[in-house]
């Protein structure tokens, strides 16, 4: 008589295994930045992990995952911006939202159609990656416009060789070790021969907090 079902060893597996690269990544994160950074710009292996859970693993994986690495972001490096009336204070949630919402977008990318391939995950997470850097641009842009202090950011040309592709280089690189450790070391087994999206559907990608 099995005394745990088999579900239930899926679910508790997802979250000892998520557990354990949530504090390894965002530990080499805050600890070594300088070790994966390139012309300014720093590996996002967080960002990284949290589009390729999403990825391989379904909607419900990337969107927990990247609350998750959200909040520890947020509570270890929380940007800073300069307000309306010329003091700099700490934004709340900025982690949250960002990997919250690359979650959910690596995991709605092109997923039913290439079968979460291995190959096209990294296409997921330079697309991503490339959603990122502009939106973070385009908004840093209009606040600075409406604090009055656009004189220190990068004009298009700048940021894109100083910023959005350095990064775009980096993220991909980091991906790959990424890659290999959720395919073969990952909180999904896709040992069998069931198709991807089946062994999720069997695994409770709907439902896995709920042992």
């Keep these: 008589m099995k005394l745990i079902h088999v579900e239930t060893k899926a679910r508790i597996r997802k979250i ?27 590996a996002d292996l967080m960002f990284v992990f949290v589009v390729l859970s999403g990825y391989f693993n379904g909607f419900w994986d990337g969107a927990v995952v990247g609350f998750i690495c959200g909040m520890v972001r947020d509570v270890f490096s929380p940007p800073a911006v300069v307000g309306l009336d010329g ?10 939202f960002t990997l919250f919402a690359a979650g959910i977008i690596g995991a709605s990318f092109f997923t039913r159609r ?8 990294i296409v997921a997470v330079i697309f991503v990656t490339a959603c ?39 993220n991909t690189i980091a991906s790959i070790p990424l890659i ?21 559907e069997k695994q409770g990608e709907g439902s896995w907090l709920g042992i």
């Design 16 to 42: 000892v295994v998520y557990t354990i690269y949530i504090l390894l990544l965002s530990s080499l994160q805050v600890s070594f930045p300088d070790t994966f950074s390139f012309l300014g710009q720093t």
């Design 87 to 96: 003091d700099v204070r700490v934004t709340a949630f900025i982690g949250v």
């Design 132 to 170: 990122y850097k502009v939106a973070g641009y385009l908004l840093i842009l209009g606040w600075s416009t409406l604090a009055d202090t656009r004189s220190g950011i990068y004009t298009l040309s700048t940021a894109l060789i100083y910023s959005f592709l350095p990064q775009i280089l980096l």
């Design 114 to 121: 290439m079968h979460r391939n291995v190959p096209f995950s």
């Design 180 to 200: 290999l450790l959720l395919r073969f070391l990952g909180p999904v087994s896709f040992r069998g021969r069931s198709k991807k999206d089946e062994v999720i």
